[in-house]
């Protein structure tokens, strides 16, 4: 069968990969130990954002179920399964593990508008700030010294502006503009920090 891969991660232990098979809404888990054969795990029905590997081993793949809920998947590298875990409200676009904290960026909708945040395992929904007539987004996140770190954009609503403009939220929460000017439709789709 042939499928798409939607995220990868590679650690010391080898390369992991979740994705999609062609033609079908089952969630695909590949592992390719170092020195060993590919190994191939289904982990559920629907689509997939992003997946990380912590230091045990286990999986965590964000996306949305076949019944359209946001979810995020924890695959258990001993026990070889997974199990699906619901978001109340927040679309997950992308996801990230840190001190055994489950941290997943997206949006919630507000309304007719959706608005940019990140949500906790502990289960706190944080909201992101952006213009107040603007609608937004975080495409990625980043959990460093216990700080989030959010990458995405916001937009206004038809009337106003048809343009995206891409930003970052710093570990304080400040939103960084990063196309001012305005000139071009731009968004971010990838944080990094070190």
């Known amino acids: ?10 650690n010391d232990s080898g390369v992991h990969a979740a994705g999609l098979l062609d033609g079908e809404s089952k969630i695909i888990y590949w592992q390719k130990p170092n020195g060993e054969p590919l190994q191939v795990y289904e982990i559920g029905t629907g689509s997939v954002t992003q997946m990380v590997v912590d230091n045990d081993n286990n ?21 070889k399964e997974a199990t699906e875990h619901p978001l109340d409200g927040v679309r997950a676009n992308s996801i990230f593990v840190s001190n055994n904290q489950v941290y ?14 990140y949500w906790e395992s502990s289960g706190n929904r944080h909201s992101l700030t952006i213009p107040g007539n ?23 609503a038809e009337g106003e502006s048809e343009e995206s403009y891409a930003c ?11 196309n001012v ?5 731009s ?8």
């Open 59 to 79: 999986v965590y793949i964000s996306g949305i179920n076949s019944n359209g809920t946001p979810c995020y998947w924890v695959w258990d590298s001993d026990k």
């Open 181 to 185: 000017d305005g000139s071009k439709a």
């Open 187 to 194: 968004w971010a789709k990838c944080i990094l920090v070190r």
């Open 134 to 156: 603007a609608g937004g987004y975080v495409n990625s996140i980043f959990v460093y010294n216990n700080k989030v770190y959010a990458a995405g954009g916001y937009g206004f």
């Open 104 to 117: 997943v960026g997206g949006t919630y909708k507000d309304g007719e508008k959706e608005l940019p945040c």
């Open 1 to 10: 069968k042939t499928g798409r891969v939607r995220s990868i991660f590679v």
């Open 168 to 178: 970052y939220w710093d570990g304080k929460g400040i939103r960084h503009d990063l």
